[in-house]
């Protein structure tokens, strides 16, 4: 499925949010999602939301995350 | 005599607030954060790289209370949303607000601002904007809720110090909430100055991280601002266009 995550194409085979994060996670080796964010079609997506979040085609996600700032 | 500094009913410690970029290391930001004696640091909400990982800074200032901005944001809209993925990140309700109007000057949209000031407050954010020296629009702000102002020294990492120091000694005296000097703070006499003009506190990053040692600044501005403030509760006397001798005028040898 082809999404726009953080601006860009990508392709990939996630249904859900949390289906996405599972994978940043495991690319990362991060040990939990404190410090990271991620917004669907311009609104938050809650935490508690993600695994209940399903991802449509062509659907804008952002995923952030807290780094030093002025 | 307690000289508390109070923001949204939470006392801190320091009244100095420290941004976290642009330090030449990992273990100088540490450092110098450290060697500050601050409380709260800054942190900005942005896209994850999807090909480096980056540092985590966020674990290297565990320690501090995280203020996340929203530095860059041109809308009330993009500035409520970063505000709330920076609430669902960290966890904290405390939200620097930026409204960027103007990327030549970095200075605000003040109506932005505003707007997203109103929203954040209903959503129940914290909200401390970065805002014009302009007593008008500070009172408007808080007016509208916000937890401080924050008005500029000077424009955003300009080094300029305190441009308008009687419109920031103007804001001080009538704000009902504090008052946080943000931005171009230059060296350390620039954090004197402004504390002595009566703010609260004063936020800078740029001064300390681009110094040739920020470490060393940061320990400079730590003083600086206990300084300021010392001597702001001190009352300065009044500068006089004639000497006025302070040596006793009686008994004078010779006379």
Redesign the interface.
């Known amino acids: 499925m082809k999404i726009y995550?953080?601006?860009?194409n990508?392709e990939v085979d996630c249904f859900t949010i949390q289906d996405l994060w599972n994978r940043?996670q495991a690319?990362?080796e991060l040990d939990s999602s404190?410090?990271?964010?991620?917004?669907r079609n311009?609104?938050?997506v809650?935490?508690r939301e993600w695994s209940t979040t399903s991802i449509n085609t062509n659907d804008k996600i952002?995923?952030?995350?807290?780094?030093?700032?002025? | 005599m307690k000289d508390e500094f109070v923001i949204a009913g939470v006392t801190l410690s320091s009244r100095l607030l420290l941004g976290t970029a642009g330090y030449p290391s990992q273990r100088i930001l540490r450092d110098a954060v450290q060697v500050s004696g601050c409380e709260v640091v800054t942190v900005s909400i942005r896209r994850i790289s999807l090909e480096g990982h980056g540092t985590d800074t966020i674990e290297l200032l565990s320690k501090y209370r995280l203020l996340p901005n929203t530095a860059g944001c041109e809308t009330a809209r993009d500035a409520i949303l970063t505000a709330e993925l920076a609430r669902e990140a960290l966890e904290t309700n405390w939200i620097k607000l930026e409204v960027i109007g103007d990327r030549e000057t970095l200075y605000p949209d003040t109506s932005e601002l505003l707007q997203a000031t109103r929203k954040l407050v209903d959503m129940g954010f914290v909200v401390l904007p970065y805002c014009n020296d302009d007593p008008v629009l500070c009172m408007r702000l808080a007016d509208a809720g916000a937890a401080a102002v924050m008005p500029m020294g000077s424009m955003i990492g300009s080094g300029l110090g305190v441009a308008n120091p009687a419109n920031i000694e103007h804001i001080c005296k009538r704000s009902p909430v504090p008052v946080i000097v943000d931005a171009g703070i230059g060296t350390a006499s620039d954090a004197v100055i402004a504390m002595e003009l009566g703010a609260s506190a004063v936020l800078l990053n740029t001064a300390v991280a681009k110094s040739d040692d920020p470490v060393l600044m940061a320990g400079a501005m730590k003083h600086a601002v206990q300084s300021g403030r010392l001597a702001y509760r001190a009352g300065r006397i009044p500068r006089r266009g004639r000497a006025e001798p302070s040596s006793p005028q009686m008994g004078l040898v010779g006379s």
């Open positions: 995550l953080n601006g860009k990508t940043e690319e990362r404190r410090g990271f964010a991620i917004a311009g609104a938050l809650p935490k952002e995923i952030v995350r807290a780094m030093s700032g002025g």
